[in-house]
Nanobody
Framework: QLQLVESGGDLVQPGGSLRLSCAAS????????IGWFRQAPGKEREGVLC????????TYADSVKGRFAISRDNAKNTVILQMNSLKIEDTAVYYC??????????????????WGQGTQVTVSS
């Protein structure tokens, strides 16, 4: 069974950068698409980015275009979310999740089966 663990969340000032990692265990992540989601207090869980089995990415949230990037290292069973030019509104718990297809599905969390426990990202001055 595929298990995911996120890490890298922290407190950062506006304009700063963070690098989140999603580490998989229990099954090779090669054949899964992996998505990053976030959930701010009082808001619904929102899709951010997704990467397919061949490394192609899909942006779910227009607000992160040009600032966030997703990559994967199948040899290390890891997916990275690089976040630059962070804004206060990026504050949320960030989750990674796996979909049982090689391609990225739509942005609904319902398309993703395995979830990590989340990592807190706080952007504040």
């Amino acid at each position: 069974q595929l298990q995911l663990v996120e890490s890298g969340g922290d407190l950062v000032q506006p304009g700063g950068s963070l690098r989140l990692s999603c580490a998989a265990s229990g099954f090779p992540m090669d054949y899964y698409s992996i998505g990053w989601f976030r959930q701010a207090p009082g808001k619904e869980r929102e899709g951010v980015l997704c990467i397919n089995e061949t490394g192609g990415s899909t942006t779910y949230a227009d607000s992160v275009k040009g600032r966030f990037a997703i990559s994967r290292d199948n040899a290390k069973n890891t997916v990275i979310l690089q976040m630059n030019s962070l804004k206060i509104e990026d504050t949320a718990v960030y989750y990674c999740a796996a979909a049982g297809w090689g391609h990225c599905p739509g942005p609904s969390p319902a398309h993703f089966g395995a979830w990590g426990q989340g990592t807190q990202v706080t952007v504040s001055s």
